[in-house]
């Protein structure tokens, strides 16, 4: 077992931060602030990416891709936030026994659990004006994600792939994008676009958290928490990299049967490069490294973001 030095020197690889542009406003929401972790967009970005893809892959028009795409946004903020509240309401305990996230507002107390409550209650308001703004298919599809947001804390207890959970939640936006731009839920022929690449999301998300799990292989195994990088060991690399071969896969057919030849296929190609790149650097001896390959995922997901708007504006004739 590692020792508390070791532990300590980890934990200094992680993105929780005491500085930014947050720390300006009033000293009182300083702890509201990181307990949504307003201080690190990584979060929402990976929350909001897959929904950008389908919301640019079906929109009807450029205008309304822009719209939906900017509800998405405030609503990824808002959600993710929500769901990091949620999760340190149900881990603030164990939060106190791992070196990273002993600081956390509620494991050190500067929150209390009623204060979390009222700060959770007004975040879903708002994620709930924000998804007024929708379709009715779109309202329900989004309040049918409540459960995953609320049961994915507990997975860590009781199963070894608590990133396939996660990956179930953070997915979300691929049938909420698709109810948004539609207007309807998809007849029995036009769900497999939908379906392949809400899956290979899923599998996407897996992969990246999977590696961000690396940074509390030591915490985790002492304190009886599971995670997919426990569970894969010596196949971490193998494991990861089926994730991502899997994700390449199941969202390039979904994209494929949707739009045909186009701009997005550049985008989506230069997206697996990076994942591969990501594969070949994952070391489960570098708790730093593991953080900053997770946060390039956004990248990746930018620039198959990047194609499909490029798809998008041609068919549209925006751009010839």
């Not at 028009?61 to 405030?74: D, E, H, I, N, Y």
């Not at 009623?114 to 309040?143: E, K, M």
């Amino acid at each position: 077992m590692a020792s508390k030095d070791q532990i300590r020197a980890n934990a200094l690889h992680t993105d929780i931060t005491t500085i930014g542009w947050w720390r300006f406003l009033p000293g009182w929401t300083h702890a509201y602030l990181l307990l949504a972790r307003i201080d690190r967009p990584i979060g929402w970005w990976l929350l909001l990416l897959p929904g950008w893809w389908i919301i640019a892959a079906t929109a009807a028009t450029v205008p309304r891709m822009l719209w939906v795409m900017g509800l998405f946004l405030v609503g990824a903020v808002t959600m993710r936030a929500a769901g990091c509240v949620i999760n340190d309401m149900w881990d603030r305990r164990l939060d106190r026994r791992v070196e990273r996230t002993a600081g956390r507002p509620l494991a050190a107390g500067t929150v209390s659990l009623l204060q979390a409550w009222c700060f959770v209650a007004l975040l879903c308001a708002i994620g709930l004006a924000i998804l007024l703004q929708l379709p009715l298919t779109a309202i329900l599809t989004g309040i049918a994600a409540l459960p995953l947001v609320i049961l994915y804390p507990l997975a860590k207890r009781v199963t070894w792939w608590p990133q396939a959970v996660l990956g179930l939640t953070f997915s979300w936006g691929v049938p909420l994008g698709w109810t948004a731009t539609t207007g309807d839920l998809p007849t029995a022929g036009d769900w497999w676009p939908a379906i392949l690449i809400y899956a290979g999301s899923v599998a996407w998300v897996f992969g990246y958290d999977t590696i961000y799990a690396v940074q509390d292989m030591t915490d985790d195994r002492a304190v009886g928490v599971k995670s997919s990088a426990l569970g894969l060991g010596q196949y971490l690399r193998h494991g990861v990299a089926m994730a991502y071969l899997l994700a390449v896969i199941l969202i390039g057919t979904g994209l494929w049967q949707l739009l045909g030849q186009g701009p997005w296929v550049a985008g989506g190609l230069a997206a697996a490069l990076h994942l591969l790149w990501q594969v070949r650097q994952i070391d489960a001896a570098d708790p730093a490294g593991a953080l900053r390959l997770f946060k390039s995922n956004r990248d990746a997901g930018l620039m198959l973001t990047a194609g499909l708007m490029a798809s998008g504006l041609m068919a549209s004739g925006e751009i010839a």
